[in-house]
């Protein structure tokens, strides 16, 4: 996995792509001066040397998603990685008391901490209470418990800020234009996390009074409703100049709306960060110009940390022993100019 250079406001942590936890639980922290090494008494951040042994047990939705897909292959390969860490993962499932009984089959495995991606927050929220009255801490992974008793860390995507920086994006594209017009192909109108990524759409063009969004549609997730919910804004607005896409995927069925039409009159902004939406960018042969990350590598820093709670230490480069209760990621806009950076991170 790529290492990318930390440039955002969360960069103290995880850089603009999550970087991996373990590319930061490598520095030590002490009472010491700067200028001289820390005592090892007072350095307990984890690092990539070997160390005591840990069972972490993995358990998330079914990869039926590319983003979901490279979720799993994430955790796998991260894992893979330390000679000290044996991953038990399970097979994943999109019904929730079948996941709760994976989780609760790990709980009985007594593995030394646990990291869930749950199908559903709110339904799972119980079992990771079990969990952590078990005494196996819980790195809740990207879709939130209903309480924070139930997870000791947790670690996701900002679908508000992914909304947002596509939002002042297309706005820095068409502030000098009079009269702009954007539209929005977003996700599943039920899920808050579309919800989250209008709101912050909608609150990054409040920036820009000269550009108004004139249309709206709700697609699936999936190439055939993006496709098909795309064809439906072309035939309803004859000219705009920019579209914001939630999600790659759907934004596949989009591109082939948007061929289908012959129109190449505005710029897209996608979402989610598909390698195969990196490829079209760096082409640079379609009206796809930018795509705004969620990255799936958070899971292979949710090992990092359940690595290091399992040991007993910290995130490196912080003045605390403990690693932080909640981390949210970075949403980087990635473009023509910084796609090769990125590509590696890039989902199928």
Known sequence: MARIPATSRRALLFGTAA????????????????????????????????????????????????????????AKNRAKKYSDVTLEITEGSNDTAQQI?????????????????????KALTQVGLEAMRAGIPVVNLDRIFNSPQAY????????????????????????????AKV???????????????TKGFDDAL???????????????FTVESGQAKMAQLLQAQSKFDALWNHD??????????????GRDDFLMVGGAGAKSAMDAIKAGNSVLKATVLYPPTMAASAIDLARALGQGKGVGG?????????????SAVV???????????GFI
């Not at 700067?34 to 079914?62: R, S």
């Not at 934004?251 to 289908?260: K, Y």
């Not at 910084?338 to 590696?344: A, E, F, I, K, W």
């Open 19 to 74: 970087v991996s936890a373990g590319a930061l639980l490598t520095a030590c922290t002490s009472n010491e001066p700067t200028d001289q090494e820390p005592a090892a008494e007072n350095a307990p951040a984890a690092d990539d040397k070997p160390g005591k042994p840990v069972t972490i047990g993995f358990a998330g939705p079914q990869a039926d998603h590319g983003w979901l897909n490279a979720i799993n292959d994430n």
């Open 101 to 121: 009984g994976q989780i609760q089959t790990l709980i009985n495995k007594k593995v030394d901490v646990l990291v869930i991606l749950p199908a559903d927050g």
């Open 152 to 179: 000791r860390c947790w670690i996701g995507g900002d679908n508000y800020g992914m909304g947002l920086n596509a939002g002042h994006y297309i706005g820095e594209q068409l502030k000098d234009k009079k009269n």
């Open 183 to 197: 539209v929005e192909l977003a996700g599943l109108d039920n899920l808050e996390l579309t919800q989250q990524r």
């Open 206 to 220: 409040k920036n820009y009074p000269n550009i108004k969004k004139v249309a709206r549609q709700a697609a699936e």
């Open 248 to 261: 790659d995927d759907q934004g596949v069925g989009a591109l082939r709306a948007i061929e289908q039409a």
């Open 318 to 330: 912080l003045a605390e022993f403990e690693i932080p209760s909640s981390l949210t990621l970075y």
């Open 335 to 345: 473009t023509k100019d910084n796609v090769d950076q990125y590509l590696p991170t």
